[in-house]
């Protein structure tokens, strides 16, 4: 598998394990750089107590409305937008992607 820009730079190459093997891959750069990551954030200092997680107040909910120039709608569910456009557009180029026998020649 790989990975491209919309430039078609292949920015990342991973194996595949065969359809169907039940095998998982995993890239020891990944596992490592995500370890590292978690243990440069840890720290043993109390929880910030000014930062709450809090619904969205009305005046929020309204000025969103507002911005997006059309009512909410009641049921949180129905504001979800997916548009795939985009990912399938992204897909697109990477099918057309040169291989790796088209990038390096012999």
Not at 3 to 21: D, L
Request: glycine fraction near 6%; proline fraction near 8%; hydrophobic fraction near 40%.
């Amino acid at each position: 598998m790989r990975i491209a820009t919309t430039g078609r730079a292949v920015i990342a190459q991973h194996r595949r394990a065969p359809r169907g093997s039940g095998q998982t891959v995993r890239d020891d750069g990944h596992v490592i750089a995500l370890e590292r990551a978690a243990l440069a954030s840890f720290t043993d200092r109390a929880p910030c107590k000014t930062k709450v997680r809090r619904p969205p107040s009305a005046a929020a909910l309204a000025e969103a409305e507002h911005l997006r120039g059309q009512p909410a709608a009641g049921n949180p569910a129905e504001r979800v937008v997916v548009d795939l456009s985009t990912y399938a557009a992204v897909a697109d180029r990477l099918r057309s992607a040169p291989s790796s026998k088209e990038e390096s020649p012999e």
